[in-house]
T-cell receptor, first 115, second 112 residues
Framework: SAVISQKPSRDICQRGTSLTIQCQVD?????MFWYRQQPGQSLTLIAT?????????ESGFVIDKFPISRPNLTFSTLTVSNMSPEDSSIYLC????????????FGPGTRLTVT | GQNIDQPTEMTATEGAIVQINCTYQ??????LFWYQQHAGEAPTFLSY????GLEEKGRFSSFLSRSKGYSYLLLKELQMKDSASYLC?????????????FGTGTQLKVEL
């Protein structure tokens, strides 16, 4: 499985500011995914990021609020813009495995608290 | 829409067997995954089923019935370290490729 790192691991931010989360993979992958996990909840897919194309956002998530970059096959960023306390959550990136089953492997997550 | 249901919490005894159920109603279903997530950590992949039947992997087994929209994760010889959240996720085939839709997760507590 791929080794995935995220920066920062945690942050405390003021409302109205923006935070960019980085996701780095140790191998080239076609698809990268960004999830949100609110306290005590399961994972919700924010968007799918393919290199060389615009990210595909799930219902309820928009590019203005969560802009995503995917400059190459090993890196992606997710920005949480104009933050409010409701954005306090863990943000995780994931990648598909090399097999054909479609399993995903997750980064360690970024714990964001908005005050 | 996509709908995946699991019990919220379960408690079991060390050394026992526990079965965590998952029911789903999804379109474009292309397989079912189970993940384990310890508090404060990322989910880790446990198992995958695409065909009906039982997949065994050590102390963990997973079962799928596509006709019934039903899966379960079976944990044998429970250990204290198995206390975690267990997430059922459906693999959905869309025009943009595969994506995972997660259930709410089942918080398992293993007691002495």
């Amino acid at each position: 499985s791929a080794v995935i790192s995220q920066k920062p691991s945690r942050d405390i931010c003021q409302r109205g500011t923006s935070l960019t989360i980085q996701c780095q993979v140790d191998s080239q992958v076609t698809m990268m995914f960004w999830y949100r996990q609110q306290p005590g909840q399961s994972l919700t897919l924010i968007a799918t990021a393919n290199q060389g194309s615009e990210a595909t956002y799930e219902s309820g998530f928009v590019i203005d609020k969560f802009p995503i970059s995917r400059p190459n096959l090993t890196f992606s960023t997710l920005t949480v813009s104009n933050m409010s306390p409701e954005d306090s959550s863990i943000y995780l990136c994931s990648v598909e495995g090399q097999g054909l089953t479609g399993e995903q492997y997750f980064g360690p997550g970024t714990r964001l608290t908005v005050t | 829409g996509q709908n995946i249901d699991q019990p919220t919490e379960m408690t079991a005894t060390e050394g026992a067997i526990v079965q965590i159920n998952c029911t789903y109603q999804t379109s474009g279903f292309n397989g079912l995954f189970w993940y384990q997530q310890h508090a404060g950590e990322a989910p880790t992949f446990l198992s995958y089923n695409v065909l009906d039947g039982l997949e065994e992997k050590g102390r963990f087994s997973s079962f799928l019935s596509r006709s019934k929209g039903y899966s379960y994760l079976l944990l044998k010889e429970l250990q204290m370290k198995d206390s975690a959240s267990y997430l059922c996720a459906g693999l959905i085939l869309t025009g943009g490729g595969n994506k995972l839709t997660f259930g709410t997760g089942t918080q398992l507590k293993v007691e002495l």
